[in-house]
């Protein structure tokens, strides 16, 4: 974080966030007047301020910003792998900042599907091993489900050919479609999504966050997607916008001009 | 589990590293303990493969069985003593023997057939009678260079006829020879001619304790002689526990080197993988399944070791020259494997500290 940036009660640009959390009262994702202060001697780093949203069931919602606007906090925070200072965050009826280190873990486990920047798969399972990998971090889906529902998802996913290939055999656009398989795995209630792109060329992005969203649609699930990328915003519902540490939610993405 | 395992199945080369290195520890370790065996068990058959439980010496003999000098009344004094069950004189004699196939070193034992301090390793013919001079029960060692039953072993003019054999029976390094207390101190006399005249004195009282009584009991009822146990005594022969020393602190030197091994292996492997596992981690993956899989991990790979430098020590023990006093032990091998794997588990261990600081927020945000 730098040291120069701002830590203010800013005008909001857009939306009041407090309205808009309003309009969705029976949001799957709440996210309320959550802020993330760190402090390093004596001066403190708003990471996010107040930040509010919330996200409906099926949506699939975009998180633009920067980097150092706080963007990946936020996320880290909604996903349990960060407490916040203040405020609450509440996924699907789980207050999340009230979660034990341990009950984190499992939270994380069921409930959240991560797909990383550089995929992260484990270079020494195969594809379909990946996938099975995570189903054995949970006990709400069995050992056989997992088998059939494993196979289901690398069909869908049109890696049914490549489903005993370890990471080194596939292209970046495979591995990022088995880090989706594997997000979508254990059926979580939400799936954050951080730069899928970034290691991937304009043309495979796209197609891996097309098919990411149509996941998502079809499975009515909740997706959030960090990016940086204008380009990749036309395939979410909605898309909020993160300037050092202050969440806004943004009427139209093409009106956004960095 | 399945991480640990499916990472050493397709990841075999970096794993046959650590693996090779720990093979070769074990085979240095287990090398290294047979020829500490060998010696410790060459050294000291003569006072372990017998009915003696016991030993006494003369007050200024150390426990030493050539230094020790003792007369007929002390060796009565002796078996008068309360705990004592049977106590009977032996005599030690390191010389050189001739038989029809060569001339040998051996260690002649003089011992009382019916007494205490006879050998109970008996694998062919019989062992002198009570009563009975001139013949003598060899050692293994002897009969595998040549000497058979019905040949004659000359020390100077004396000569033995050959009636048995026994094994494990060796002292200090030197194939025995077991005969009656006149037929030793007849050859006795031949080559160290000051004791020209001496006819009744031995070494040492070989004793057998009643049940339950120690060494260290018979001990306080002797007076000024010095009592020791019969592994005492093997112990006390000049050179052994000094030798077994050396060794073992090699031996125990080399396993913590193993550990040391594990731990720096796992170290790097941990340090590799820190994206890996604070991705692992978000997914939900507990700290404890991550250190789970480095322990397995290292077992397997020290079991691995295990089998191969075992492998490989027995066979070098088959090729080795007689000469060279090796012995494989089983109970050595067990004892030696369960240290390689405590030393395994305690090098990957060190890893699980660096492993519980991984956070798992660094996986989200990384620096593509």
Redesign the interface.
């Given at each position: 974080m730098n040291d120069d940036f701002v830590p203010a009660h800013p005008q909001d640009p857009g939306l009041d966030p407090a309205q808009d959390a309003g309009s969705h009262a029976d949001a799957i994702l709440k996210v309320e007047d959550v802020s993330k202060i760190y402090r390093s001697g004596d001066t403190e780093v708003h990471a996010v301020s107040s930040a509010t949203m919330a996200v409906d069931q099926g949506e699939f919602v975009a998180l633009l910003g920067p980097s150092g606007s706080g963007?990946?906090t936020l996320?880290?925070m909604i996903?349990g792998?960060?407490s916040p200072t203040t405020g609450s965050i509440t996924l699907a009826g789980t207050d999340v900042a009230a979660l034990s280190k341990?009950e984190l873990?499992?939270?994380?486990?069921?409930r959240v599907g991560?797909v990383?920047?550089?995929a992260?798969l484990?270079?020494?399972?195969t594809a379909r091993?990946n996938l099975?990998?995570?189903s054995?971090?949970?006990k709400r889906i069995s050992r056989k489900e997992a088998h059939a529902r494993a196979d289901q998802l690398l069909e869908e996913l049109g890696l049914a050919a490549r489903a005993k290939n370890?990471p080194e055999q596939l292209s970046g656009g495979e591995r990022q479609r088995v880090a989706i398989g594997?997000a979508l795995m254990n059926d979580p209630d939400l799936i954050?999504v951080?730069?899928p792109t970034?290691?991937l060329d304009t043309k495979l992005g796209r197609q891996v966050v097309e098919l990411l969203a149509r996941e998502i649609k079809q499975r009515g699930k909740t997706g959030i997607m960090?990016t940086h990328d204008l380009r990749m915003v036309e395939y979410t519902d909605r898309v909020f916008e993160i300037l050092d540490g202050h969440l806004t939610h943004v009427e139209q993405p093409s009106a956004l001009a960095h | 589990m399945?991480?640990a395992l499916?990472?050493i199945?397709?990841?075999r080369g970096r794993f046959a590293s650590i693996i090779a290195a720990l093979s070769l520890i074990v085979f240095l370790v287990l090398t290294l303990a047979a020829l500490a065996d060998g010696l410790f068990f060459g050294a000291t058959g003569a006072v372990r493969s017998t009915n003696a439980t016991a030993y006494a010496f003369s007050p200024d003999a150390k426990g030493s069985l050539i230094r020790s000098s003792m007369t007929p009344e002390q060796v009565r004094e002796v078996s008068s003593d309360p705990g004592v069950a049977t106590a009977s004189g032996v005599g030690v004699l390191l010389t050189a023997g001739t038989a029809p196939s060569g001339e040998y070193d051996v260690a002649v034992f003089g011992v009382q057939p019916d007494g205490a301090g006879v050998p109970t390793t008996l694998t062919d013919g019989r062992l002198p009678q009570p009563g009975e001079n001139g013949t003598a029960a060899i050692d293994q060692e002897l009969a595998y260079e040549g000497v058979a039953i019905g040949d004659s072993i000359t020390v100077g003019t004396q000569s033995a006829e050959v009636v048995g054999v026994v094994r494990d029976s060796s002292y200090q390094l030197q194939p025995t020879v077991w005969t009656s207390l006149d037929t030793w101190r007849a050859m006795r006399n031949e080559v160290r001619p000051e004791f020209t005249g001496v006819t009744d004195d031995v070494n040492a009282v070989a004793i057998i304790t009643d049940s339950g009584v120690t060494a260290e009991q018979v001990q306080s009822e002797v007076g000024d002689l010095t009592v020791l146990s019969a592994e005492a005594t093997g112990l006390a022969i000049p050179g052994v526990e000094q030798q077994s020393s050396t060794l073992n602190s090699i031996i125990y030197t080399a396993l913590a080197v193993a550990a040391l091994v594990v731990a720096l292996f796992f170290a790097l492997v941990v340090l590799e993988k820190r994206?890996?596992f604070a991705?692992?981690?978000?997914?939900?993956?507990?700290t404890r399944k991550l250190g789970a899989g480095v322990v397995l991990q290292a077992i397997i790979a020290s079991a691995i070791g295990v089998v191969i430098g075992a492998l490989a020590s027995r066979g070098l023990g088959a090729i080795v020259p007689d000469e060279v006093p090796t012995l494989f032990r089983t109970e050595t091998l067990i004892t030696i494997s369960i240290f390689t794997l405590v030393a395994g588990v305690v090098g990957a261990a060190f890893s699980l500290r660096r492993i519980a600081r991984i956070d798992?927020?660094t996986?989200?945000?990384?620096t593509?």
């Open positions: 963007k990946t996320i880290s996903g792998l960060l341990r873990t499992a939270f994380r486990a069921e991560f990383f920047q550089a992260n484990v270079p020494f399972l091993e099975l990998y995570v054995t971090l949970q370890v594997r954050l951080d730069e970034a290691a960090v | 399945m991480l499916n990472e199945r397709r990841g994206e890996l991705a692992l981690k978000a997914l939900g993956t507990s798992p927020a996986a989200i945000g990384g593509l």
